[in-house]
C-alpha cells in the first residue's frame, strides 16, 4: 500500500470525481468499531492487487476518515451477502440497498450525533449534497 500527502485540493478534486462517477462506495467510519468494519470490508473485496481500488483519507482536523471502494470490486449484491454473514459487519444492509455512502459504527448509532457530523463535513469539504442525508 502506498502512502502520500494530498493538499485539501487535490484530496477534494479526488473524492468529488470518484463520488459523481458513482462507481465507488463512500465509506465512513465513525467510531471504532466502524474502523474495524471498514478492515473487514478491506480484507474481503479490496485485499492484494484490488487495493488499488480503495483509498482511504484520514480527516485529522474532523476526527473522521472517509475510505473509497471501487464497486465493481464489491457489487451490491456481494457487498450485501458479505455483511450479512459477518457479525463484524452486520446491521448496515438497509444502507447499501438506497446509498453510495456507508455508514460503518456501532450497531444503533448509525444516525447518532457523531455520525450525522461526519456527513455534515463530507458534504461541506466537497460541495456536494447528498440526498441520502434527507
Known amino acids: ?7 485539501e485540493a487535490e484530496l477534494t478534486s479526488i473524492i ?3 463520488v459523481d462517477s458513482q462507481e465507488w462506495w463512500v465509506f465512513l467510519p465513525t467510531d471504532v468499531t466502524g474502523a474495524r ?5 478491506e480484507r474481503e473485496f479490496y485485499w492484494d ?3 488499488h481500488d480503495f483509498d ?7 476526527g473522521f476518515s472517509v475510505a473509497l471502494g471501487k464497486k465493481s470490486r464489491a457489487p451490491r449484491e456481494r457487498l450485501i451477502a458479505f455483511m450479512a454473514d459477518s ?17 460503518l459504527s456501532e450497531a444503533g448509532h448509525e444516525n ?12 461541506r469539504l466537497y ?4 440526498p441520502e442525508m434527507n
Do not use: C, W
Not at 482511504?56 to 474532523?62: G, H, M, N, S, T
Not at 457479525?87 to 455508514?103: Q, V
Open 1 to 7: 500500500m502506498n502512502y502520500r500527502k494530498l493538499h
Open 16 to 18: 468529488r470525481e470518484r
Open 37 to 41: 468494519k471498514l478492515q473487514h470490508i
Open 49 to 51: 492487487e484490488a487495493g
Open 56 to 62: 482511504v483519507a484520514a480527516l485529522p482536523q474532523f
Open 87 to 103: 457479525t463484524e459487519t452486520s446491521g448496515y444492509l438497509s444502507e447499501i440497498g438506497k446509498r453510495d455512502i456507508i455508514i
Open 112 to 123: 447518532s450525533s457523531r455520525a450525522m457530523f461526519a456527513m455534515a463535513m463530507l458534504t
Open 127 to 130: 460541495d456536494r449534497h447528498f
